[in-house]
T-cell receptor
């Protein structure tokens, strides 16, 4: 099936550092989403992006929908220990019978050292 | 809103046994998805329903897996017979249009 290339696979950073991760695809998406998964829980939506070029913030998180609609990035500023988890990007296409299907990246495992 | 509710949270079963996982989507959501998560494969879409109708089951691994959605507020994923390689976390998610809301998952261990 279709894959999103998410990088990096893992990151080990010090508390207070900024973090950046991204996703690329060979095909166009109409919506990009970023999720975070804590241990033992399901993924939780962090940010949703609906327009090419859109830049959206949610607290210390900032995400952008690439102009080509084939990529997106997520930045976390001034990381804290509770940022630890797995971050997933997801792309969604609308129309053509695939309105509801999300394609997920493999995830970025973030570890924050206090 | 209670979110997407999955049961059980944990299931340990012996190989060959039937396993049934349950999901209650968010009220008003018209799409429901079953995912499987493993370290090796990440999040895999097994099947999804739109207005209780199965739309795409191409991700269902084999005939041992089946899913039903008898009404808008309930879905089941059944594995019969279960095998050790089915051990994974199974997530249910629901959606209205954009984005999904996930349940907390069922961790299945088949021994």
């Amino acid at each position: 099936g279709q894959q999103l290339n998410q990088s990096p696979q893992s990151m080990f950073i010090q508390e207070g550092e900024d973090v950046s991760m991204n996703c690329t695809s060979s095909s166009i998406f109409n919506t990009w989403l970023w999720y975070k998964q804590d241990p033992g829980e399901g993924p939780v939506l962090l940010i949703a992006l609906y327009k090419a070029g859109e830049l959206t913030s949610n607290g210390r998180l900032t995400a952008q929908f690439g102009i080509t609609r084939k990529d997106s990035f997520l930045n976390i500023s001034a990381s804290i220990p509770s940022d630890v988890g797995i971050y997933f990007c997801a792309g969604q296409k609308m129309g053509g019978g695939s309105n509801y299907k999300l394609t997920f990246g493999k995830g970025t495992l973030l570890t924050v050292n206090p | 809103d209670a979110g997407v509710i999955q049961s059980p949270r944990h299931e340990v079963t012996e190989m060959g046994q039937e396993v049934t996982l349950r999901c209650k989507p968010i009220s008003g959501h018209n799409s429901l998805f079953w995912y499987r998560q493993t370290m090796m494969r990440g999040l895999e879409l097994l099947i999804y329903f739109n207005n209780n109708v199965p739309i795409d089951d191409s991700g269902m691994p084999e005939d041992r897996f089946s899913a039903k959605m008898p009404n808008a507020s309930f879905s089941t994923l059944k594995i019969q017979p279960s095998e050790p390689r089915d051990s994974a976390v199974y997530f249910c998610a629901s959606s209205l249009e954009r984005g999904y809301t996930f349940g907390s998952g069922t961790r299945l261990t088949v021994v």
